[in-house]
Protein backbone atom coordinates (compact mmCIF):
# COMPACT_ATOMS: atom_id res chain seq x y z
CA UNK A 1 0.00 0.00 0.00
CA UNK A 2 2.57 2.30 1.21
CA UNK A 3 3.79 3.53 -2.47
CA UNK A 4 3.59 7.10 -1.85
CA UNK A 5 4.84 7.91 1.71
CA UNK A 6 3.60 11.87 1.54
CA UNK A 7 0.00 11.93 2.68
CA UNK A 8 -0.28 7.60 3.01
CA UNK A 9 -1.20 8.08 6.76
CA UNK A 10 -4.37 10.19 5.56
CA UNK A 11 -5.55 7.59 3.34
CA UNK A 12 -5.29 4.90 6.47
CA UNK A 13 -6.78 7.65 8.84
CA UNK A 14 -9.86 7.57 6.61
CA UNK A 15 -9.95 4.02 6.24
CA UNK A 16 -9.87 3.31 10.13
CA UNK A 17 -12.74 6.27 11.06
CA UNK A 18 -14.82 4.32 8.27
CA UNK A 19 -14.48 1.14 9.77
CA UNK A 20 -15.29 2.97 13.60
CA UNK A 21 -18.34 4.52 11.68
CA UNK A 22 -19.45 1.11 10.23
CA UNK A 23 -19.16 -0.18 13.68
CA UNK A 24 -16.16 -2.86 12.83
CA UNK A 25 -14.48 -1.17 15.89
CA UNK A 26 -17.16 -0.66 18.35
CA UNK A 27 -17.53 2.27 21.17
CA UNK A 28 -14.45 1.92 24.07
CA UNK A 29 -12.85 -1.14 22.01
CA UNK A 30 -9.00 -1.08 21.91
CA UNK A 31 -7.66 -0.42 18.70
CA UNK A 32 -5.23 -3.17 17.15
CA UNK A 33 -1.54 -2.29 18.22
CA UNK A 34 0.57 -0.32 15.46
CA UNK A 35 2.27 -3.90 14.79
CA UNK A 36 -1.01 -5.51 13.74
CA UNK A 37 -2.12 -2.59 11.94
CA UNK A 38 0.97 -2.02 10.17
CA UNK A 39 1.37 -5.28 8.53
CA UNK A 40 -2.25 -5.14 7.92
CA UNK A 41 -2.12 -2.41 5.73
CA UNK A 42 1.26 -2.84 4.29
CA UNK A 43 3.16 0.52 5.83
CA UNK A 44 5.24 1.46 8.03
CA UNK A 45 4.52 1.59 11.69
CA UNK A 46 5.26 5.34 11.81
CA UNK A 47 2.77 5.54 9.12
CA UNK A 48 0.05 4.16 11.75
CA UNK A 49 1.10 6.05 14.15
CA UNK A 50 0.69 8.91 12.35
CA UNK A 51 -2.85 7.99 10.84
CA UNK A 52 -3.17 7.26 14.82
CA UNK A 53 -2.25 10.90 15.37
CA UNK A 54 -4.62 12.58 12.94
CA UNK A 55 -7.74 11.02 14.65
CA UNK A 56 -7.03 11.40 18.34
CA UNK A 57 -6.77 15.19 17.08
CA UNK A 58 -10.39 15.04 15.71
CA UNK A 59 -11.21 13.30 19.03
CA UNK A 60 -12.31 10.11 17.68
CA UNK A 61 -9.41 8.05 18.92
CA UNK A 62 -8.14 8.31 22.42
CA UNK A 63 -4.73 7.08 23.80
CA UNK A 64 -4.09 5.96 27.25
CA UNK A 65 0.04 5.82 28.14
CA UNK A 66 0.67 2.52 28.73
CA UNK A 67 -2.70 0.59 28.03
CA UNK A 68 -3.17 1.27 24.28
CA UNK A 69 -5.21 3.58 21.96
CA UNK A 70 -8.74 3.39 22.31
CA UNK A 71 -12.50 4.37 20.25
CA UNK A 72 -13.87 7.64 21.62
CA UNK A 73 -17.65 7.14 22.81
CA UNK A 74 -19.36 9.12 20.14
CA UNK A 75 -22.88 11.37 20.05
CA UNK A 76 -25.11 10.89 16.86
CA UNK A 77 -25.99 14.42 17.00
CA UNK A 78 -24.17 16.41 14.37
CA UNK A 79 -21.15 18.43 16.53
CA UNK A 80 -20.61 21.76 15.91
CA UNK A 81 -16.69 21.69 16.98
CA UNK A 82 -15.51 18.33 15.84
CA UNK A 83 -13.35 19.22 13.50
CA UNK A 84 -12.37 22.56 14.58
CA UNK A 85 -13.95 25.78 13.37
CA UNK A 86 -15.81 24.60 10.04
CA UNK A 87 -18.89 26.40 8.09
CA UNK A 88 -22.33 24.05 7.78
CA UNK A 89 -21.43 22.61 4.78
CA UNK A 90 -18.19 21.22 5.67
CA UNK A 91 -19.61 20.01 8.82
CA UNK A 92 -22.07 18.36 6.89
CA UNK A 93 -19.68 16.70 4.80
CA UNK A 94 -17.58 15.34 7.75
CA UNK A 95 -21.23 13.64 8.58
CA UNK A 96 -21.48 11.96 4.59
CA UNK A 97 -24.97 14.59 4.64
CA UNK A 98 -25.86 16.37 1.86
CA UNK A 99 -26.60 19.85 2.85
CA UNK A 100 -28.91 22.53 1.45
CA UNK A 101 -29.09 26.75 1.91
CA UNK A 102 -32.35 29.00 1.76
CA UNK A 103 -31.67 32.34 1.92
CA UNK A 104 -34.31 34.38 3.53
CA UNK A 105 -33.17 37.75 3.90
CA UNK A 106 -30.23 39.47 2.11
CA UNK A 107 -29.06 42.94 1.86
CA UNK A 108 -26.30 44.85 2.18
CA UNK A 109 -27.42 48.25 5.62
CA UNK A 110 -25.64 51.10 7.04
CA UNK A 111 -27.06 50.53 10.03
CA UNK A 112 -26.87 47.15 12.65
CA UNK A 113 -28.15 47.04 15.91
CA UNK A 114 -24.94 48.98 18.42
CA UNK A 115 -24.29 45.64 20.27
CA UNK A 116 -23.01 44.28 16.25
CA UNK A 117 -20.81 47.46 15.32
CA UNK A 118 -19.15 47.17 18.63
CA UNK A 119 -18.43 43.42 17.97
CA UNK A 120 -17.28 44.43 14.55
CA UNK A 121 -15.73 47.38 15.30
CA UNK A 122 -17.58 49.90 13.14
CA UNK A 123 -19.23 52.96 12.95
CA UNK A 124 -22.60 53.70 12.63
CA UNK A 125 -23.03 54.20 8.66
CA UNK A 126 -20.44 51.70 7.96
CA UNK A 127 -21.22 49.32 5.25
CA UNK A 128 -22.22 45.46 6.31
CA UNK A 129 -24.48 42.48 4.76
CA UNK A 130 -27.12 41.24 6.39
CA UNK A 131 -27.46 37.55 5.64
CA UNK A 132 -30.55 35.44 7.23
CA UNK A 133 -30.32 31.76 5.70
CA UNK A 134 -31.61 28.78 6.63
CA UNK A 135 -29.47 25.43 6.56
CA UNK A 136 -30.37 22.05 6.18
CA UNK A 137 -28.87 18.39 6.08
CA UNK A 138 -30.03 15.84 3.92
CA UNK A 139 -33.40 18.04 2.75
CA UNK A 140 -33.92 18.52 7.12
CA UNK A 141 -33.77 21.70 8.38
CA UNK A 142 -31.21 22.14 11.25
CA UNK A 143 -30.17 25.96 12.05
CA UNK A 144 -30.89 29.12 10.91
CA UNK A 145 -28.03 31.50 10.44
CA UNK A 146 -28.66 35.29 11.36
CA UNK A 147 -25.26 37.27 10.48
CA UNK A 148 -23.80 40.49 9.66
CA UNK A 149 -20.73 40.87 7.67
CA UNK A 150 -18.17 43.69 7.27
CA UNK A 151 -18.75 44.80 3.48
CA UNK A 152 -15.45 44.89 2.55
CA UNK A 153 -14.92 41.07 3.43
CA UNK A 154 -17.63 40.00 0.61
CA UNK A 155 -16.45 42.52 -2.41
CA UNK A 156 -18.39 40.16 -5.22
CA UNK A 157 -20.85 38.58 -2.99
CA UNK A 158 -24.78 38.71 -4.46
CA UNK A 159 -28.31 36.67 -3.62
CA UNK A 160 -26.53 33.74 -5.44
CA UNK A 161 -23.43 33.84 -4.10
CA UNK A 162 -25.04 34.62 -0.47
CA UNK A 163 -26.57 30.43 -1.07
CA UNK A 164 -22.98 29.20 -0.75
CA UNK A 165 -19.92 28.75 2.20
CA UNK A 166 -19.99 32.18 3.26
CA UNK A 167 -16.34 30.82 5.13
CA UNK A 168 -15.29 30.44 1.69
CA UNK A 169 -16.17 34.05 0.27
CA UNK A 170 -14.63 35.66 3.26
CA UNK A 171 -11.19 33.78 3.09
CA UNK A 172 -10.53 34.81 -0.26
CA UNK A 173 -10.55 38.12 1.13
CA UNK A 174 -8.96 37.25 4.72
CA UNK A 175 -7.41 33.98 6.23
CA UNK A 176 -10.54 32.85 8.96
CA UNK A 177 -8.51 31.55 12.24
CA UNK A 178 -10.81 31.20 15.51
CA UNK A 179 -14.49 32.35 16.62
CA UNK A 180 -15.77 33.10 19.88
CA UNK A 181 -19.01 31.52 20.68
CA UNK A 182 -21.50 31.49 23.67
CA UNK A 183 -24.34 28.93 23.80
CA UNK A 184 -27.64 28.99 25.65
CA UNK A 185 -30.61 27.55 25.68
CA UNK A 186 -34.33 29.12 24.68
CA UNK A 187 -37.58 27.97 23.71
CA UNK A 188 -38.63 27.83 19.80
CA UNK A 189 -40.90 30.48 18.74
CA UNK A 190 -43.31 30.83 16.01
CA UNK A 191 -41.00 31.75 13.33
CA UNK A 192 -38.30 29.12 14.21
CA UNK A 193 -40.89 26.61 14.26
CA UNK A 194 -41.66 27.54 10.83
CA UNK A 195 -38.61 27.17 9.62
CA UNK A 196 -37.06 24.52 11.64
CA UNK A 197 -40.19 22.09 12.02
CA UNK A 198 -40.13 22.09 15.43
CA UNK A 199 -42.55 22.62 17.78
CA UNK A 200 -43.08 25.48 19.62
CA UNK A 201 -42.08 25.31 23.33
CA UNK A 202 -39.54 22.48 22.59
CA UNK A 203 -35.84 23.79 23.69
CA UNK A 204 -33.46 25.02 21.00
CA UNK A 205 -29.78 26.01 21.00
CA UNK A 206 -29.14 30.18 21.16
CA UNK A 207 -25.49 30.68 19.72
CA UNK A 208 -23.94 34.07 19.73
CA UNK A 209 -20.26 34.26 17.98
CA UNK A 210 -18.12 36.48 16.57
CA UNK A 211 -15.58 34.75 14.24
CA UNK A 212 -11.60 36.14 13.80
CA UNK A 213 -8.98 36.28 11.15
CA UNK A 214 -5.49 35.64 11.87
CA UNK A 215 -4.88 39.27 12.95
CA UNK A 216 -7.52 39.19 15.00
CA UNK A 217 -9.77 41.51 13.54
CA UNK A 218 -13.92 40.66 13.78
CA UNK A 219 -14.66 39.35 10.59
CA UNK A 220 -18.34 38.01 11.17
CA UNK A 221 -21.06 37.98 13.64
CA UNK A 222 -23.54 35.31 13.82
CA UNK A 223 -26.48 34.79 15.51
CA UNK A 224 -27.87 31.37 14.97
CA UNK A 225 -30.59 29.10 16.05
CA UNK A 226 -30.11 25.23 16.10
CA UNK A 227 -32.22 22.42 16.60
CA UNK A 228 -31.41 21.19 19.99
CA UNK A 229 -32.74 17.48 18.81
CA UNK A 230 -30.10 17.13 16.13
CA UNK A 231 -27.27 19.49 17.00
CA UNK A 232 -24.77 19.63 19.87
CA UNK A 233 -21.68 21.66 20.75
CA UNK A 234 -18.59 19.77 20.64
CA UNK A 235 -15.81 20.47 23.55
CA UNK A 236 -13.80 17.36 24.67
CA UNK A 237 -11.62 18.24 28.30
CA UNK A 238 -8.99 15.97 28.29
CA UNK A 239 -7.65 14.85 32.13
CA UNK A 240 -4.14 15.58 32.55
CA UNK A 241 -2.07 13.94 35.27
Not at 47 to 76: N, S
Not at 129 to 142: C, I, Q, S, T
Not at 199 to 212: C, E, F, R, W
Amino acid sequence: METNKQGIYIEVAEQLHERIQNETYSAAQKLPSEYELAKEFKVSRLTIRKAVDELIKKDILIKYKGKGTYIMTQQQKIQSGRGGLQGFTEAAEAYGLSSKTHVIEFELVESAPDSILKALELSEGDKLYHVKRLRLANDEPMTVEDMYIDEKYLPTINQELASQSLFGLIEKEADIAYSHQEVEAVLVNEEMSQLLDVSIGDPMLLVHSVTYSVTGKPLLHDTSYYRADKYTFKNTLHRFK
